[in-house]
Structures are given as structure tokens and as C-alpha cells.
């Protein structure tokens, strides 16, 4: 397994004086994920939870819908000299699960670079969901809601230390941490959490709030509702398309959650002051 964090020589500069010092940085490798051998893609990640990572992926692509549906998950060779990198993992699915219909040669239809937007994308999304995230009937104190980012901050060990990578963190709507991820890809944090509650057997995510330190990106609500997470609060901004597809799909969405101020975009009857 690769290490999570590296040391790199930096000039650090300022106006007295310019000092070369070692620095600590995040670790970014490539992940290849296999599904029965057949290569589907290829992300960007941290190292670790690769396991996590490969099952919130092919959840939230709709190839899986629970635990049961895979069979077995392991590294395999892949490297220049075909020795064990840990960068390529292959999922086998169980017989009766589908293998997902991709062209390796771009990416699946949620990520912002395939071309694939608005209208459609919502419609996509809508047509493959296993879960209804908008029939849950759960709720969350305003005041728990704007506890948790400091939660998260204090957990995110790796980002302490580096100051490079996303967190994401899932609650439930009493407050309490069920788990954190970090990773250099907000989309890989976000997967791993999904991941560790496939493993969990906790798919659907009835009454869950998913914390993210950025943004609220469409690929994120996207993710949210493809686990069936009925709530999705996001530190930094929104986009229009992820507002969009929250309102859609009974998605409660909150954004720019600091200290005690919030914007609910969707769903507003579950934040309760």
C-alpha cells in the first residue's frame, strides 16, 4: 500500500528571508478499477480505502446496489514491470449482476468532462437511483447541522499535516460521526464514505447527513442520491446543477454551513431551528 503523505524540499520565501526546508505533501497516485477483470477506469486518489473507494464507485454508477452483489475484491498486477502496485484493484460481481456498459476510453456519465449535462444528466440519474432519498422523513437540528464541520475539521488528520485534501464525513440526524474520508479527489472521498457503508450493510443511508469540506458539486448530490442520503450539506459554494437535481430528487441541500449561518437551497423542512 502506498503512503499517504510525502516529503518534497520547497525555498520557502518571505520578505526577510528565503529558507529550503522539507516539506510534507499528499501522496497522488493512480487507481485503475477492473470489474471482472475488464478495465472501467481510472481516478486520481490518495492511497487507502481503495477497497471503500472501488465499492462507493460502482454503487453510485448504479453497477451495485448492495454488499451481496460483489463477490470479491483484490490488487492485482499492473505496473510497467506487471508486479503489484496496489494501483490496480479488479471487483468480481456476483453471476447475476450485470457488467456496466462503458467505453474505457472515457469516463462514466457523472463526471463534468464527458459531455454529458443538464436535462439528461438529471434524467440519468433519476432513471437509475435504487433509493428515493426524497420519501425519507428525517430531520436535523439547525444547531447539530452547524456543529459538524468543526467535527470534521478535527478529524482530518491528513489535511492537518498537509493542507491537500477533501474531507467528507457522514452523520447521523442526532449528530453522531458514523465515519470521515479524505482524499486529494472530493468525488474519492465522498465514494469511500459510500463504500464503508456498502461494507457496513447500511445502504440505504435512511437518515444520514453527508458533510463535504468544498463545494456542492453535481457529481456530489449525484452521489448522495445514488446511496439514498436524504440530506447533503456542503461547507463552500453550490452549483446550479446540483441545486437542481437536490430539488429533483428530495434531496435536502445546505451550502456555505459556517458557524451558525446556512443557506437551505432544497428541502428546508428537515433542518429544524
Known sequence: MGRVTARRRASHVTPEDAVTRPETLVVEE???????????????????????????????????????????????????????????????????IAMPEVDITRNFYTTSSCGVCGKASLDAVRTISR???????????????????????????????????????????????????????????VDKLIGWAVEQNRVP???????????????LTQKAVMAGIPILAAVSAPSSLAVDLAGQSGVTLVAFLRGESMNIYTRPDRIKR
Open 205 to 219: 443511508l435512511t437518515g444520514a447527513v453527508l458533510l463535504v469540506s468544498g463545494r456542492a458539486s453535481f457529481e
Open 30 to 96: 493512480p487507481l485503475e478499477i477492473r470489474v471482472n477483470g475488464r478495465p472501467v477506469t481510472v481516478t486520481m486518489r490518495t492511497p487507502g480505502s481503495d477497497v471503500e473507494l472501488a465499492h462507493g464507485f460502482l454503487l453510485t454508477e448504479g453497477v451495485i446496489g448492495h454488499r451481496d452483489d460483489v463477490l470479491t475484491v483484490r490488487y492485482c498486477k499492473g505496473g510497467p514491470d506487471n508486479l503489484n502496485t496496489y494501483n490496480v484493484l479488479d471487483v468480481a460481481l456476483s453471476p447475476d
Open 131 to 189: 433509493y428515493s432519498p426524497g420519501d425519507d422523513a428525517s430531520s436535523v437540528k439547525a444547531d447539530t447541522l452547524s456543529a459538524m464541520p468543526e467535527r470534521l475539521r478535527t478529524e482530518q488528520k491528513v489535511f492537518a499535516s498537509t493542507g491537500g485534501l477533501h474531507g467528507a464525513a457522514l452523520f447521523d440526524a442526532e449528530g453522531t460521526m458514523l465515519a470521515v474520508r479524505e482524499d486529494i479527489g472530493r468525488h474519492n472521498a
